[in-house]
């Protein structure tokens, strides 16, 4: 059964710093991995989408890798702002086609 | 296009009560899912469809019935209402690519409480 872990679970830094979010699973035969950003009482908003053929996506200030032989995905935020304040949750569809399993998320604050 | 819409935002019910949690969205996918999140626990996925006529159950069914007549809805009903169905529910939806889920879109949730 495929097994997402996003560590940590929370995480404060000050404006302007590059971060790194990470995510591992444990079935590395994934299709695709999806980040998405969920504010306090808000749905979920998509980010970015990898094939398991890729490598990389990038969306602005966002950089996802993927890694699928070592089962892990970072999400890389540059320049992080105050707005980027949100939960951020990784999900995986793995090669028996089961529909999105999630990491539980990483809470990120950013101060001012 | 409004992509995927719940109705309603927030409700509350008695223990025994059934209600349903209406999810439609307007991109023609022909996946659609719906998922409780509950503190501590993650998103774990009820019940998921891959076309009109077609469902199957995710990870915590119980207590929970989906229909899917037309593309477009996917209803999610509580046939008698327990406080440990209090939670947020998300209804999703992607379309299939060689039977392989695409980007996934969220609606904005509904919240209940069950007393």
């Known amino acids: 059964k495929q097994e997402v872990t996003q560590i940590p679970a929370a995480l404060s830094v000050p404006e302007g710093e590059n971060l790194v979010l990470n995510c591992s699973f444990t079935d590395s035969a994934i299709y695709n991995l999806q980040w998405f950003r969920q504010d306090p009482g808000k749905g979920l908003t998509s980010l970015l989408l990898?094939?398991?053929?890729?490598r990389e996506q990038t969306s602005g200030r966002l950089n996802a890798s993927l890694d699928k032989s070592s089962g892990r995905s970072t999400l890389y935020i540059a320049a992080s702002q105050p707005g980027d304040s949100a939960t951020y949750l990784c999900?995986?569809?793995?090669?028996?086609?089961?529909?999105?399993?999630f990491g539980k998320g990483t809470r990120l604050s950013v101060i001012a | 296009n409004a992509g995927v819409t719940q109705t309603p935002k927030f409700q509350v019910l008695k223990t025994g009560q059934s209600m349903t949690l209406q999810c439609a969205q307007d991109m023609n996918h022909e996946y659609m899912s719906w998922y409780r999140q509950d503190p501590g626990m993650g998103l774990r996925l009820i019940h998921y469809s891959v076309g009109a006529g077609i469902t199957d159950q995710g990870e915590v069914p119980n207590g929970y019935n989906v229909s899917r007549s037309t593309t477009e809805d996917f209803p999610l009903r509580l046939l008698s209402a327990a406080p440990s169905q209090t939670s947020v529910y998300f209804c999703a939806s992607s379309s299939l690519q060689r039977g392989t889920y695409n980007e996934q879109f969220f609606g904005p949730g509904t919240r209940l409480t069950v007393l």
């Open positions: 990898i094939q398991s053929s890729q």
């Open positions: 999900a995986v569809t793995d090669s028996g086609n089961t529909p999105l399993v």
